[in-house]
């Protein structure tokens, strides 16, 4: 209380309930961030898992009986010959084709990157969840303060 500009507790309170706000702020947007992980990673692994059956039936000329979806719920099946290219969707309109082992590798490095962002995601979040309570604690005892001079 006794900063600049804290010249009154209705000012202190300002500036805490503009704080508290900004950390709600940033919670969400990490929440989203999180969110869009924790859907990715199960994507990646189910990529990596028909990869690796891929590579197997690669070594082989009997072709790979498959169901592809075309829409919603719609699927199509598919006689997929033995192959060791693979066409990757990257997002954002951009397909590319990689070689089985390179895109392995791409995937492998993209799981093991958004496992990390997820965990240091869930550490950002937790240290705002101290923030919040900080700053709460800091309200109430700014206003009890207040309360008590017969300030507020």
């Known amino acids: 209380m006794k900063q ?18 900004k950390y ?5 947007n990490l929440a989203q961030k999180k969110q869009r992980l924790k859907s990715q990673i199960p994507q990646i692994k189910q990529t990596l898992e028909i990869l690796r059956h891929m ?11 498959t169901h592809f979806l075309l829409a919603d719920n ?6 997929v010959p033995p192959t060791d290219k693979v066409c990757l969707w990257l997002g954002a309109n951009v397909m590319l084709e990689y070689d089985i082992d390179e895109a392995q590798s ?27 309570t900080t700053t709460e604690v800091k309200q109430k005892c700014v206003w009890w303060s207040a309360k008590r001079v017969g300030k507020h």
């Open 4 to 21: 600049p500009g804290n010249d009154t507790a209705d000012a202190v309170l300002r500036k805490l309930d503009e704080q508290y706000q």
């Open 106 to 132: 791409l995937l492998e490095k993209n799981l093991a990157t958004a496992s990390r962002n997820l965990d240091s995601l869930e550490e950002d979040l937790d240290f705002l969840r101290d923030q919040f």
């Open 55 to 65: 590579q197997k039936k690669k070594e082989t000329t009997d072709p790979m009986e």
């Open 74 to 79: 719609v699927y199509c099946k598919a006689s």
């Open 24 to 28: 709600k702020y940033m919670e969400l």
